[in-house]
């Protein structure tokens, strides 16, 4: 499968955005999908993610925040994003996998992955 994210941009704190995750070959709902993130001189951590069987998982911190959805008409899975602060600046991936084997949490599971959207929100 090919990815495509977008939806990345600036917005000020307190607002929202929409990631997408296109896939471009394949059907996105035979793949377990998540969406990652990296600050700058961070590490990449996890965000949310959704498993071909519909069920859905979050970092703690982001749930209530962040909702991911998919969509299988579109082929493509959404990271709906609101109440943005500064802290949430990152560069955000999706990535999928054929069969998560363990952990969604982990970004190693993962062997597909899109090239990155940015998201700047400011104070």
């Known amino acids: 499968v090919q990815l495509q994210a977008s939806g990345g941009g600036l917005v000020q704190a307190g607002g929202s955005l929409r990631l997408s995750c296109a896939a471009s070959?394949?059907?996105?709902?035979?793949?377990?999908v998540a969406w990652f993130r990296q600050a700058p001189g961070k590490e990449r951590e996890f965000v949310a993610a959704?498993?071909?069987?519909?069920?859905?998982y979050y970092v703690e911190t982001m749930r209530g925040r962040f909702t991911i959805s998919r969509d299988d008409a579109k082929n493509m899975v959404s990271l709906q994003m609101s109440s943005l602060a500064p802290d949430d600046t990152a560069v955000y991936f999706c990535?999928?996998?054929?069969?998560?084997?363990?952990?969604?949490?982990?970004?190693?599971?993962?062997?597909?992955w899109g090239q990155g959207t940015l998201v700047t929100v400011s104070s």
């Open positions: 990535a999928a996998s054929t069969a998560v084997r363990g952990s969604y949490y982990r970004d190693h599971q993962y062997y597909y």
């Open positions: 070959v394949g059907s996105i709902s035979t793949y377990d």
């Open positions: 959704i498993a071909r069987s519909g069920a859905i």
